[in-house]
């Protein structure tokens, strides 16, 4: 599975030739094999990076007036995420 999404990537940068991927390619493998080879790997669907700069845009908005239920539909977040994403950035409830 993973050589054939990290080929398809490669494939569409357009950077390489069919040589250099296949190269590419098989040096990934070793080198997954070498670290995780045979072990259960987790991946997660979202890194760290995304899930703070998601965070920062969420804290943004709330600063900037926008609601808690908007937000809770233009992220796919309950409401509990959303408070506690603004707790953890100690966000409080806009001035009126």
Do not use: W
């Not at 045979?38 to 804290?59: C, M, Q, T, W």
């Amino acid at each position: 599975m993973f050589t054939l999404l990290l080929r398809k990537v490669l494939e569409e940068a357009k950077s390489y030739s069919a040589a250099e991927i296949e190269v590419l390619v098989r040096q990934a493998e070793s080198a997954l094999r070498a670290s995780c080879g045979g072990k259960h790997v987790y991946v997660p669907n979202s890194s760290k990076a995304a899930a703070l700069e998601r965070d920062a845009k969420i804290a943004r908005d709330r600063r900037n007036g926008v609601s808690v239920q908007d937000i809770m539909s233009k992220y796919g977040l309950s409401r509990a995420a959303v408070y506690k994403v603004l707790k953890n950035r100690e966000i409080h409830r806009p001035k009126k």
